[in-house]
């Protein structure tokens, strides 16, 4: 159970970490015992029912290691939900709107009555992951009915035609090496996992060791750079008294060690999935249809276009892949009756704002990041129509030095206005994130709004009647 002075208190004092994180982090480190237990011991020698079993019994226990008697909460979410599915399944509309009401609602519920101003471990952490994997199974579940012709490809893939019994899917909800912290897969991969339908592939060990080894990398890295730059640091005098471009820079580096705990943590959950086989990724989405070795199918993080990214796009795609890919899949390709691209996007940044908490920073982190991607792209379409097929376009484009020095300069900025887009959603509250902006002068806001009016000139310009605003159209 959770709390006591007992050998993980010690253990965790002993390293300088909090108890809860350190509780985390020897779940996600015990799926590599279990991964390897399974790949040698069990996968070959024993049936489909005592896999559910094994994965089950060790998911539930690992969870009453970090979160004790508080496991009744997904056990109602898990149960509930199986319930729901068993008996809406002939009404495939009215399944998913129950289970989805049903599961985001308990989940803000206990959001309301946990949530304190600080980053919390507490049962609602694994909740979030739970959610997504229930209101997935749900959609998919119903997919399952209507005719396979009015269902589009990533549909046909996860639809369930035959539904799990209970221990199936608990054991799916449950799963060691993803319950606690991701990444998100469908029941069907589960599944095909337990069939051994991904046994064929045989560099599953070099692919996992290769990953869970960068992950470590990466928590030394964030632990490190802990250190050097503390959260509390940004809200002290010794921060806002820094020169503007120490300011800036230093937030931009924080913005990545901040970056780097989640990255550390899906990389080694990452690689323990991978021992296991399950996170195969076949190469023309085809599960068993060819024999390509390629394991990022349970990748939650792009790791090189993280790193060499210019944009803030790079990041969205390359950052938290799979719980992005659900997104997509379950809400933003949902949202297609809205006849808007635009709409949808801003639905599915506002449904993923609302599942990370209440706190003011999601909301504000979120919609920066709608704002900042909206930014880059009219700047890449100003950049297209005007720069670039004049003279000064030609040299950018075909000079090395030039384009160097531009690459050079976009790299800045991809860091410090990453740095100045997480602020909020690591600092959560707005007594403390507004602080960080006020000490540097609330840049960020200034250049999109001095840019939002710049392109709203320009459009006006665009306008064949406006070519002369002095002068009114006698037309119009």
Same mark, same amino acid.
């Given at each position: 159970?959770?709390?006591?002075?007992?050998?993980?208190?010690?253990?965790?004092?002993?390293? &300088?970490?909090?108890?809860?994180?350190?509780?985390?982090?020897?779940?996600?480190?015990? *799926?590599?015992?279990?991964? #390897?237990?399974?790949?040698?011991?069990?996968?070959?020698?024993?049936?489909?029912?005592?896999?559910?079993?094994?994965?089950?019994?060790?998911?539930?226990?690992?969870?009453?290691?970090?979160? *004790?008697? +508080?496991?009744?909460?997904?056990? /109602?979410?898990?149960?509930?939900?199986?319930?729901?599915?068993?008996?809406?399944? &002939?009404?495939?509309?009215?399944?998913?709107?129950?289970?989805? #009401?049903?599961?985001?609602?308990?989940?803000?519920?206990?959001? @309301?009555?946990?949530?304190?101003?600080?980053?919390?471990?507490?049962?609602?952490? %694994?909740?979030?992951?739970?959610?997504?994997?229930?209101?997935?199974?749900?959609? +998919?579940?119903? +997919?399952?009915?209507?005719?396979?012709? +009015?269902?589009?490809?990533?549909?046909?893939?996860?639809?369930?035609?035959?539904? %799990?019994?209970?221990?199936?899917?608990?054991? @799916?909800?449950?799963?060691?090496?993803?319950?606690?912290?991701? %990444?998100?897969?469908?029941?069907?991969?589960?599944?095909?996992?337990?069939?051994?339908?991904?046994?064929?592939?045989?560099? @599953?060990?070099?692919?996992?060791?290769?990953?869970?080894?960068?992950?470590?990398?990466?928590?030394?890295?964030?632990?490190?750079?802990?250190?050097?730059?503390?959260?509390?640091?940004?809200?002290?005098?010794?921060?806002?008294?820094?020169?503007? /471009?120490?300011?800036?820079?230093?937030?931009?580096?924080?913005?990545? #060690?901040?970056?780097?705990?989640?990255?550390?943590?899906?990389?080694?959950?990452?690689?323990?999935?991978?021992?296991?086989?399950?996170?195969?990724?076949?190469?023309?989405?085809?599960?068993?249809?060819?024999?390509?070795?390629?394991?990022?199918?349970?990748?939650?993080?792009?790791?090189?276009?993280?790193?060499?990214?210019?944009?803030?796009?790079?990041?969205?795609?390359?950052?938290?892949?799979?719980?992005?890919?659900?997104?997509?899949?379950?809400?933003?390709?949902?949202?297609?009756?809205?006849?808007?691209?635009?709409?949808?996007?801003?639905?599915?940044? =506002?449904?993923?704002?609302?599942?990370?908490?209440?706190?003011?920073?999601?909301?504000?982190?979120?919609?920066?990041?709608?704002?900042?991607?909206?930014?880059?792209?009219?700047?890449?379409?100003?950049?297209?129509?005007?720069?670039?097929?004049?003279?000064?376009?030609?040299?950018?484009?075909?000079?090395?030095?030039?384009?160097?020095? =531009? #690459?050079?300069?976009?790299?800045?900025?991809?860091?410090?206005?990453?740095?100045?887009?997480?602020?909020?959603?690591?600092?959560?509250?707005?007594?403390?994130?507004?602080?960080?902006?006020?000490?540097?002068?609330?840049?960020?806001?200034?250049?999109?709004?001095?840019?939002?009016?710049?392109?709203?000139?320009?459009?006006?310009?665009?306008?064949?009647?406006?070519?002369? %605003?002095?002068?009114?159209?006698?037309?119009?």
């Amino acid at each position: 159970m959770s709390g006591g002075n007992g050998f993980v208190q010690q253990a965790a004092m002993l390293v &300088g970490a909090p108890e809860p994180a350190f509780r985390l982090l020897l779940t996600i480190l015990a *799926g590599y015992p279990i991964s #390897i237990f399974y790949k040698f011991i069990l996968e070959n020698k024993v049936s489909n029912a005592i896999k559910h079993t094994y994965f089950l019994s060790l998911g539930l226990c690992l969870y009453l290691f970090n979160y *004790g008697y +508080d496991i009744y909460h997904s056990l /109602i979410a898990v149960i509930v939900t199986y319930g729901i599915c068993a008996i809406f399944q &002939g009404k495939p509309t009215m399944l998913v709107k129950v289970n989805f #009401i049903f599961n985001m609602s308990y989940l803000l519920i206990g959001y @309301y009555l946990t949530e304190s101003n600080e980053y919390d471990i507490l049962w609602t952490m %694994p909740h979030c992951v739970l959610v997504l994997r229930l209101i997935g199974f749900g959609f +998919d579940v119903a +997919d399952g009915r209507p005719s396979e012709s +009015d269902l589009s490809k990533d549909q046909k893939d996860n639809c369930i035609k035959e539904m %799990p019994n209970i221990v199936q899917l608990m054991a @799916y909800s449950y799963f060691p090496s993803s319950f606690i912290v991701g %990444p998100q897969f469908p029941f069907n991969r589960y599944k095909h996992f337990i069939n051994n339908e991904f046994t064929k592939y045989k560099s @599953y060990m070099e692919a996992g060791i290769k990953r869970g080894s960068v992950g470590v990398l990466y928590l030394i890295i964030r632990q490190i750079g802990a250190v050097y730059l503390p959260d509390d640091y940004f809200l002290s005098s010794e921060y806002s008294n820094k020169s503007f /471009i120490t300011q800036i820079v230093q937030l931009g580096l924080w913005g990545k #060690i901040s970056l780097y705990k989640y990255i550390s943590c899906w990389l080694l959950a990452e690689g323990s999935l991978t021992l296991l086989g399950l996170s195969h990724s076949p190469k023309n989405g085809q599960i068993g249809s060819d024999t390509k070795d390629d394991w990022t199918a349970c990748s939650n993080v792009k790791l090189v276009l993280l790193e060499t990214g210019t944009r803030m796009l790079h990041y969205v795609q390359s950052f938290n892949v799979n719980t992005n890919n659900w997104v997509a899949a379950y809400v933003y390709k949902r949202l297609k009756f809205l006849n808007s691209r635009t709409i949808s996007y801003a639905g599915a940044l =506002l449904f993923l704002a609302v599942w990370h908490g209440f706190h003011s920073g999601y909301y504000m982190a979120f919609a920066l990041e709608y704002t900042i991607i909206t930014f880059e792209k009219q700047i890449e379409s100003f950049y297209n129509t005007v720069i670039k097929p004049n003279k000064i376009g030609r040299v950018i484009e075909n000079n090395l030095f030039v384009r160097g020095v =531009l #690459i050079a300069i976009m790299k800045f900025y991809n860091i410090v206005m990453m740095g100045w887009c997480l602020t909020p959603f690591i600092q959560l509250s707005y007594n403390k994130w507004m602080v960080i902006y006020s000490s540097s002068g609330y840049w960020g806001f200034y250049l999109l709004g001095i840019w939002t009016l710049i392109h709203l000139f320009y459009q006006f310009l665009l306008n064949p009647k406006h070519k002369n %605003p002095l002068l009114k159209d006698k037309d119009q």
